[in-house]
């Protein structure tokens, strides 16, 4: 039995002199084989590397396999042009610059603005499938197989007025899909597997991961992992690529770091246990942006852009016509994820009429519907007067078509008339932490000192990657598998030793 707030896992370091007997070894050492783990071991590969993959599960796939699919690329992609739009590195870099929050690493996001277009080109001629159709709806995903979509807010208040807005998020074909299941995500991860397989990866399953090997001169060397309760080591020639995801399912790293995320972890598998992020940080891996996370609000954008969303003193927390990512942060990050939609009749109907499968999600009917405020207000605990106020100023705005308040688009605009629905949103937000080990470009891990811990390489939600607390979705999925090939294929540059 652990004694309270002992690891049941260990994650110091072995010394290489007390391993016994090594396993296996392979050049290139690459652990998790979800997004960035599959491009780390592809590309590690392509350069003639010897890779052998270690991965928890059964299969292959990871988070990414379950994920909706986007893709955050853009610059002027193919898709981008087939389906009609012009779109710059420049433009990328600004919206990214303005969206991932402050202190973003800028080599990062310089870096992935700039190479975006070759990025795309290199998963199409893995195999990874885009239709050249554009889905042009509030939405957390198209309702069937569109290959593009806005996914950032790109197109609404704030980031339309600073860079001209152009869609980024692009999305693997998937004909009946069910997110969570097989989605976008899994047609991403298929190719990528396929390429890394016909490479030569070698892939063992069913190993957890669980503590680095060093050098006395502090060279990572390997990996100690367990494999059917068996502890087994594994010696890496040139370099160990972690790539291991988040500490979303470790609840004493959520409540240290992200606490906001307590309770609700979202877009994640369970293996997401930081025990990757440990492992580094006790060989001095230095850390960036733990504090940030995703977060997804579990309602109906389509519904959300054509009503107001309002925290629990009535007041408008956003403009509705964001990224519904932004406005579930919001709530959780300013609002203590207590908010509410409000909504009327037409709003209802055109939203109804409008929804995909994933439409109308939770919850399908208001929570309290009526044409006297004052009830509504004492129904939702709202203060007496406040959402009044708020329904007044919006309507007195929207009779006008303007929203001069949180700037929605003219296009979403007009009077909320009674009789209302108010939707109850508390507690409907999930999410995942961002943060991770602080890496340079090319997956070298940092110690606490900026130098690179030799013979250790990170890729994933394991790393701290484009965001210091804002997102848009597809960041995991394109700075994973960006992120992940560079590492990759500097890890199979690493000094042989
Ligand atoms: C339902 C859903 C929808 C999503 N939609 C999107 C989307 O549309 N776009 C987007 O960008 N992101 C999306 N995400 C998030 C995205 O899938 C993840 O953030 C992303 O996959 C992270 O990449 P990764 O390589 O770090 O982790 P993963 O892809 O999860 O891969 C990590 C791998 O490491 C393995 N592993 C973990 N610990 C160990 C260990 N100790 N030893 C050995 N192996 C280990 C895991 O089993 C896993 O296979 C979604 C996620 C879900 C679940």
Redesign the pocket.
């Known amino acids: 039995m652990t004694p309270p707030g002992r690891r049941a896992r260990p994650a110091r370091p072995r010394r290489s002199a007390d391993v016994g007997a090594w396993a296996g070894e392979a050049d290139v050492v690459v652990?998790?084989?979800?997004?960035?783990?599959a491009s780390a071991a592809a590309e590690a590969a392509a350069q003639g590397a010897d890779v052998l993959v270690?991965?928890?599960?059964g299969g292959?796939?990871?988070?990414?396999a379950?994920?909706?699919?986007?893709?955050?690329l853009g610059g002027g992609t193919g898709l981008q042009r087939a389906c009609g739009f012009t779109d710059t590195p420049q433009d990328m870099h600004a919206y990214l610059l303005a969206a991932m929050g402050d202190g973003a690493d800028a080599d990062k996001l310089a870096l992935y603005a700039e190479r975006s277009v070759e990025h795309f080109d290199w998963l199409v001629a893995c195999g990874v499938p885009f239709r050249a159709a554009f889905f042009d709806r509030p939405g957390w995903e198209p309702h069937a197989d569109e290959g593009l979509m806005y996914s950032g807010g790109e197109n609404a208040h704030p980031f339309a007025e600073l860079v001209a807005p152009a869609p980024r998020g692009h999305l693997p074909r998937m004909a009946d899909k069910r997110?969570?299941e097989r989605?976008?995500?899994w047609m991403l991860m298929r190719p990528l597997v396929d390429t890394a397989r016909a490479r030569g990866v070698r892939v063992r399953y069913d190993?957890?991961?669980?503590a680095l090997v060093v050098e006395p001169d502090g060279r990572v060397r390997g990996v100690v992992?367990r494999n059917y309760g068996e502890e087994v080591a594994v010696r890496a020639r040139r370099a160990v690529v972690l790539?291991?995801?988040?500490f979303a399912y470790d609840d004493a790293m959520v409540a240290r770091h992200v606490p906001l995320l307590i309770g609700r972890p979202g877009?994640?598998?369970e293996?997401?246990?930081g025990?990757?992020l440990r492992a580094a940080q006790a060989v001095g891996a230095d850390v960036a942006h733990l504090h940030a996370c995703e977060a997804a609000l579990l309602a109906d954008p389509g519904l959300m852009v054509r009503g107001i969303v309002v925290d629990a003193l009535g007041r408008r927390v956003i403009n509705e016509d964001t990224y519904p990512g932004r406005i579930g942060h919001a709530l959780l990050s300013h609002h203590g994820s207590r908010g509410f939609l409000v909504a009327d009749e037409p709003a209802v109907d055109e939203a109804r009429a409008q929804g995909g499968p994933l439409a109308l999600l939770i919850p399908p009917r208001p929570t309290w519907v009526g044409d006297d405020v004052g009830e509504l207000e004492r129904e939702a605990g709202i203060p007496p007067g406040a959402l009044a106020a708020t329904l007044g100023l919006y309507n007195c705005h929207a009779e006008r078509g303007e929203d001069p308040v949180h700037r929605k688009a003219a296009r979403w605009v007009r009077p909320l008339r009674a009789p209302w629905g108010v939707f109850d949103l508390r507690e409907h937000t999930v999410g995942?932490p961002l943060g991770g080990l602080r890496t340079d470009v090319d997956g070298a891990v940092l110690d606490v000192d900026s130098e690179p811990i030799p013979g250790l390489r990170a890729a994933?939600?394991?790393a701290a990657g484009l965001s210091a607390g804002g997102y848009a979705?597809?960041?995991?999925?394109?700075e994973?598998s960006f992120f992940?090939r560079r590492a990759g294929r500097a890890a199979a540059l690493d000094e042989l030793s």
């Open positions: 652990v998790g084989y979800g997004v960035a783990g270690l991965e928890h599960t292959w796939g990871g988070a990414a379950m994920a909706g699919g986007f893709i955050y997110t969570g989605g976008g995500g190993t957890r991961f669980e992992a790539a291991t995801g988040s877009a994640s598998v293996q997401h246990d025990q990757g995942f994933g939600r394991v979705s597809g960041i995991s999925l394109g994973g992940g």
